[in-house]
């Protein structure tokens, strides 16, 4: 489905790889080779985390450079690959929007595991956490089997001292989304709530749920009608199909101020609920393209040729890749990438550069010149041998061969008498 709408829209793709779900290092050493060999020099990857791991470390192990990535969303924002393989850097892909939330980092540190009501996840968390163990014999709660640590937790630990998936607040993506999901619940309930069977006919009366016995069904109706703009600016509603917006940040790989650090930048936005020419933002000055550079790298299979040439497809391969042919004499291209020459008037010419017809030029030939010179002097030499012929015949005229030729040719043969 990729492929048939990017090559639509005019995209070539110069080769297509499956990544199996658990592949050999015999393909993954096909994999890579095709990377490697491909004139393309941008990668597009639709792959987990879990996935394109190896098809990465194969690429490292071959040295395999020069070759910008475009990530899909699951792993675009990976910290795993971005911080064991910096060669990666200037990776770009769409990420599910980020946002800012006021006060979680000030509750997520406001945890206490003993507090009243008992939170056993709470108290799980805090041990492992801590490498330590409550002194109570309340059970966890958990499924997995209880871990005894040597050390005592006293609960007075501080989460803030820690640096954790659990209070890094600067990649809140997932939890966006479902802050989201919450607040249009939230908002389907309200709806639901809000309906008043006093100010409705008897139709309306039917869809009006009875708020101690709801049905599934009877929320997802409301669901389907949520249309708000949340407190970070974005619009929530679902489509007719009951999609939510597209909402997508352009994230882009680059190093930390120490050079080594991956940092996860935000260079874009994609938004559906846009009008269609303002969905797509690009901070294209803020890009970090591969290999640390700032200019815009190109991926094609042949460059465009220039006025004056036209395109010749190589034979078995995509359309992307082609000759460049000059124009034949009498022939133009007068614009990039054109497929035929165009053929000049009769009353014109193609100029040297064959990319525009201009006014037919007269020529004459300069006795100076080599082949003047000669057709010069095989004119004179067939005068003076014409001159001297004649000068023979009238000299010669009195002979008998000269009168016998012109009796012939006055009496004919037949003439004579026998």
């Not at 034979?315 to 000759?323: A, E, F, L, N, S």
Request: aromatic share 10%; net charge negative.
């Amino acid at each position: 489905m990729f492929t048939a709408e990017v090559t639509r829209l005019g995209v070539c793709v110069a080769f297509r790889v499956i990544i199996p779900k658990v592949p050999s290092q015999l393909q993954l050493q096909d994999i890579v080779n095709t990377i490697r060999d491909s004139t393309a020099h941008v990668l597009v990857t639709f792959a987990t985390e879990e996935d394109i791991q190896p098809v990465v470390e194969e690429t490292v192990r071959q040295k395999v450079m020069g070759k910008q990535w475009v990530a899909s969303e699951a792993w675009i924002t990976s910290t795993l690959i971005s911080t064991i393989y910096p060669s990666l850097s200037g990776t770009i892909g769409f990420a599910i929007r980020r946002a800012d939330m006021p006060g979680l980092r000030t509750f997520l540190h406001s945890l206490q595991p003993l507090a009243d009501p008992y939170n056993p996840s709470a108290r799980e968390f805090w041990e492992t956490q801590f490498q330590c163990s409550f002194n109570t014999s309340t059970p966890v709660g958990s499924m997995a089997d209880p871990v005894h640590y040597n050390h005592t937790c006293t609960g007075q630990e501080k989460i803030e001292d820690t640096e954790t998936i659990y209070n890094d607040v600067s990649q809140l993506r997932v939890t966006y989304n479902l802050h989201k999901a919450v607040y249009a619940v939230a908002h389907a309930l309200h709806n639901l709530l809000m309906c008043k069977k006093e100010e409705s006919s008897t139709d309306k009366q039917q869809q009006c749920p009875d708020i101690y016995n709801l049905q599934p069904w009877q929320v997802i109706q409301y669901l389907k009608e949520v249309n708000y703009t949340n407190m970070f600016g974005d619009a929530v509603y679902f489509d007719e199909h009951g999609d939510p917006v597209g909402s997508y940040d352009v994230v882009n790989w680059q190093r930390g101020p120490d050079g080594r650090t991956p940092q996860f930048v935000t260079v874009g936005r994609f938004d559906s609920s846009l009008p269609t020419k303002q969905q797509l933002v690009l901070y294209q000055d803020s890009i970090v393209w591969q290999g640390g550079s700032r200019q815009l790298p190109v991926s094609v299979c042949s460059p465009s040729c220039l006025p004056g040439y036209r395109k010749a497809t190589r034979k078995g391969q995509p359309v992307c890749c082609y000759d460049c042919v000059p124009c034949a004499e009498g022939t133009i291209s007068s614009s990039i990438d054109q497929s035929e020459c165009t053929l000049c008037p009769e009353d014109l010419w193609s100029n040297p550069q064959r990319d525009v017809c201009i006014d037919k030029q007269v020529e004459f030939l300069s006795y100076t010149e080599g082949f003047g010179m000669a057709l010069a002097a095989t004119a004179i030499l067939g005068v003076v041998a014409t001159v001297t012929v004649a000068v023979i015949f009238l000299r010669h005229r009195d002979t008998p061969l000269i009168v016998g030729y012109y009796a012939v040719r006055t009496h004919p043969a037949n003439e004579f008498p026998l």
